[in-house]
């Protein structure tokens, strides 16, 4: 149980096109679900939280036009790089916090999405 | 806010071998979580063990235990007659119990187990 997929797992675009990622709960309700990014041998930064129905918060200094974020429903959320640059080549992961779940601060991950910008 | 630090970059042992691994973290909560998560070569994160702050006896989850020194903030994880697949990155992780409950990931240790 409790399994978190994303897709694409590899996505290679060109500059200046949006890419979106998406990030499912499959057996699970998920109210908050978040994004990181994480550079090649670095640990994963903080990106945003996205809450079901709600706009995402999210964190200093990532640009909110730039990563847009939608948690349209309990087990449903998307990244959208938008005008994509070399620079937004990374590697993305989401995380799931099961709704109404025990409390164990417990949070699921994705497998990642790789992004390519050219 | 909540920092969380593992002052060593990278460690190397032998297979059957103990190892470990430090973290640091700061903040002034009272009533948090503090994790250590594994990132294989895959890049899927796996959790590891999870400790909560207010229990004082240390998190076992087989070969793999803490030694939690709350008035210290240090958390380090032990792992016991390591194996090959232990190898990965290895995170410590501190979230707050309250509020949004996001995860403060340290830096990281790359763990390497050799044969």
């Known amino acids: 149980g409790a399994v978190v997929s994303q897709h694409p797992s590899r996505v290679i675009c060109k500059s200046g096109t949006s890419v979106k990622i998406e990030c499912r709960s499959l057996?699970?309700?998920?109210?908050?679900m978040f994004w990181y990014r994480q550079f090649p041998k670095k640990s994963l930064m903080l990106m945003a939280t996205s809450n079901e129905g709600s706009k995402a918060t999210y964190e200093q200094g990532v640009e909110k036009d730039k990563f847009l974020i939608n948690h349209a429903s309990l087990t449903l959320s998307t990244l959208t790089v938008t005008s994509a640059h070399p620079e937004d080549s990374s590697f993305y992961i989401c995380?799931?916090?099961?709704?109404?779940?025990?409390?164990?601060?417990?949070?699921?991950f994705g497998e990642g999405s790789r992004l390519t910008v050219l | 806010a909540q920092t969380v630090t593992q002052s060593q970059p990278e460690m190397s042992v032998q297979e059957a071998e103990t190892v470990t691994l430090s973290c640091t973290y700061d903040?002034?909560?009272?009533?948090?979580?503090l994790f250590w998560y594994k990132q294989p070569p895959s890049r899927q994160m796996i959790l590891v063990i999870r400790?909560?702050?207010?229990?004082?006896q240390n998190a076992t989850e087989n070969r793999f235990s803490v030694n939690f020194q709350k008035a210290a903030k240090s958390f380090s994880l032990k792992i016991s007659d390591s194996q090959l697949g232990d190898t990965a990155m290895y995170f410590c992780?501190?979230?707050?119990?309250?509020?949004?409950?996001?995860?403060?990931f340290g830096q990281g240790t790359r763990l390497t187990i050799n044969p």
């Open positions: 903040t002034s909560e009272n009533n948090y979580y």
């Open positions: 400790q909560e702050a207010y229990k004082q």
């Open positions: 995380s799931a916090r099961e709704m109404g779940g025990k409390d164990t601060g417990e949070l699921f």
């Open positions: 992780a501190f979230m707050k119990r309250t509020g949004a409950q996001k995860l403060v």
């Open positions: 057996d699970f309700q998920a109210t908050t």
